[in-house]
């Protein structure tokens, strides 16, 4: 499920940062399961990454104060 922008907004900082986290180690399962042929739906690897892009922009938002 992709994440909205909106969404990560209105979260905490400390919520996104493990949000990240997650995603990061789903990231690299699906990688693992693409390697090996399992993985069902190929486009979870693309929205994952824009989902952590998303994230990153808005903890650098944050940072800013944007």
Same mark, same amino acid.
């Given at each position: 499920m992709a994440l909205k922008s909106q969404e990560i907004r209105n979260l905490a900082p400390e919520e996104l940062k493990a949000k990240? #986290?997650?995603? /990061? *180690? !789903? /990231? @690299? #399962? @699906? #990688? *693992? *399961?693409?390697?090996?042929?399992? /993985?069902? %739906?190929p486009d979870k690897i693309r929205q994952t990454k %824009? !989902?952590?892009?998303?994230i990153l922009t808005v903890l650098r938002e944050k940072d800013i104060k944007i």
């Amino acid at each position: 499920m992709a994440l909205k922008s909106q969404e990560i907004r209105n979260l905490a900082p400390e919520e996104l940062k493990a949000k990240y #986290n997650t995603l /990061l *180690q !789903d /990231l @690299f #399962n @699906f #990688n *693992q *399961q693409a390697r090996i042929g399992k /993985l069902e %739906k190929p486009d979870k690897i693309r929205q994952t990454k %824009k !989902d952590v892009a998303r994230i990153l922009t808005v903890l650098r938002e944050k940072d800013i104060k944007i």
